[in-house]
């Protein structure tokens, strides 16, 4: 007959394996994974000409945003 501590044990140790399996049993890949942005346009001088022209392009793609780059004007990426 086991004792009230191994019964209680192993009790949890159940449990635990009850919670663990069905939180890491998905898929090993994404569903549906995100394409990565690309550039569309850029030489915009400030960043609120750059997000304007952007929601512009919004029924084209479903997201953009705007990024400064090193030459100091603004580039549009999209996806």
């Given at each position: 007959m086991q004792s009230w501590r191994s019964r209680i044990?192993?009790?949890?140790?159940?449990?635990?394996?009850?919670v663990t399996i069905p939180l890491t049993a998905g898929?090993?890949?994404?569903d549906d994974p995100v394409p990565p942005l690309r550039p569309v346009a850029?030489?915009?001088d400030s960043y609120g000409e750059?997000?304007?022209d952007g929601a512009a392009w919004v029924p084209k793609f479903d997201d953009f945003q705007c990024a400064?780059?090193?030459?100091?004007?603004?580039?549009l990426f999209a996806r």
């Open positions: 044990a192993a009790g949890f140790a159940i449990g635990a394996a009850v898929t090993a890949s994404a850029g030489g915009y750059c997000m304007a400064k780059q090193p030459s100091g004007k603004y580039m």
